[in-house]
């Protein structure tokens, strides 16, 4: 199947994999898969192991966080790890302006322009990763020193 068969959104992550020079793993779901938890048990997986894809407001810039869907993000810790103002959860309108993606669906790639992102380190101790590949139906699968490789990000924890 074409990226063109697939969701605008969808097709913009498969491309940004094979233009990044990942392997364009992704797999559509008959059933939303919105939430770590749905996912993992939709993939038979750790919701360890599940990237989420959370986009946070930064004195009006996007800032993307790539934790593991076992993990709470501590806005204050990173906000200090990165000497920087207030750190809040951006409102769906922002995320999709700033992603091309819906909340619950946003991938670590495919955004119309590149977004300061870090990775949550925890993400490592799994061999396979699987992130939100742009929509609610669909997600890929990545190792974490790809995931790091392709998205640029900064490495920290973010718990």
Known sequence: ???DAFPGPVANVKRALTALGAQDTVTVFDAKV???AAAAAALGCDVAAITNSLVFELEGTPLL???SGAAKVDVRKVADRLGTGKIRRA???FVLAHTGQE????????HPEKIRTLLDESLSAHRVLWAGAGDHNSMFSISYADLHRITGAEEMSVR
Do not use: D, Q
């Open 91 to 93: 409102s769906p309108e």
């Open 65 to 67: 966080i790539l934790a």
């Open 34 to 36: 919105p939430t770590a």
């Open 103 to 110: 909340v619950g669906g946003v991938a670590p790639v495919g």
């Open 1 to 3: 199947m074409s990226s």
